[in-house]
């Protein structure tokens, strides 16, 4: 009964026994995953009133893992590629599969190719002037500064870009989230905007002006955190980058600030 279901979520896969949420075995909501804890697939349980999945239990904390984080951690002398692919294809992954194509075609992680990454930031503060409705016939007038955020990445990888899409979301009221894209005809470039939405502006009023927030995937139980301003962006960037094997190359204006930064360069070899 897929009503009774609630976290956090034990399985046993295999003899490996994990703990999760639902917001983790659902993220890729079209996989088998996704049907199997939305309700849409039988389940089983073990005698302990685990669920019970009869697939290889040792690569399952792979998949777990990159459910939980969009990003395919391996250790460097991880041997077992091949199962890790099957095991993908029949949870029905396809993030992770096409992940998988790409460490074997050598163009991702931290054994890929060279590669050079671009982080670039800025914010700008905006004056927005509305009628706030009082009464059925009184308006006033009301002036909210609102800071739109922008982000121009580009990075010599596309699979890179790719993970980065994987890791934001746009957040609005009246849609789901949604994943950034690429440029159109330009793998290699994605632009993002938000403007997080001040106290002292109407719910209706920030959905008029079509903002968004921004949010970054996390480890549940939260799922996703908000990134306020271009600092928390380049932290998160400047996460992602590292366990993908590149390093620091330059840091503009100060060295020394690097998330206040206002552009960030990385390399990969």
Request: hydrophobic letters at 35%; one cysteine or more.
């Amino acid at each position: 009964d897929s009503n009774a279901l609630q976290d956090p979520v034990s399985l046993n896969v295999g003899g490996e026994v994990y703990t999760t949420t639902l917001d983790t075995l659902t993220r890729c909501q079209d996989s088998m995953l996704g049907a199997m804890f939305k309700g849409q697939l039988p389940l089983l349980r073990d005698r302990r009133g685990n669920f019970f999945i009869d697939r290889d239990g040792k690569v399952f904390r792979y998949i777990l893992n990159y459910l939980r984080s969009s990003s395919l951690d391996l250790p460097d002398d991880f041997k077992e590629m091949s199962l890790l692919k099957r095991e993908a294809d029949f949870y029905q992954i396809r993030p992770l599969l096409e992940e998988i194509g790409r460490r074997e075609a050598g163009e991702g992680g931290p054994a890929g190719r060279s590669a050079v990454l671009s982080a670039d930031v800025d914010s700008q503060l905006r004056m927005l002037h509305f009628n706030l409705k009082r009464a059925p016939e009184n308006y006033e007038l009301c002036t909210v500064a609102v800071r739109v955020h922008t982000a121009n990445v580009f990075c010599t990888s596309c699979a890179f870009v790719q993970l980065l899409c994987r890791r934001f979301s746009y957040l609005r009221a009246r849609e789901g989230p949604l994943a950034p894209q690429p440029d159109e005809g330009r793998p290699n470039y994605l632009r993002l905007e938000w403007t997080p939405r001040p106290e002292q502006l109407p719910p209706e009023q920030y959905e008029k002006h079509r903002f968004r927030e921004l949010a970054a995937a996390a480890p549940p139980p939260r799922g996703s955190l908000p990134v306020p301003d271009t600092r928390a962006f380049m932290e998160e960037v400047l996460k992602l980058a590292l366990a993908e094997g590149f390093r620091v190359d330059s840091v503009f204006p100060d060295p020394a600030d690097i998330l206040n930064c206002r552009s960030l360069r990385f390399v990969r070899y």
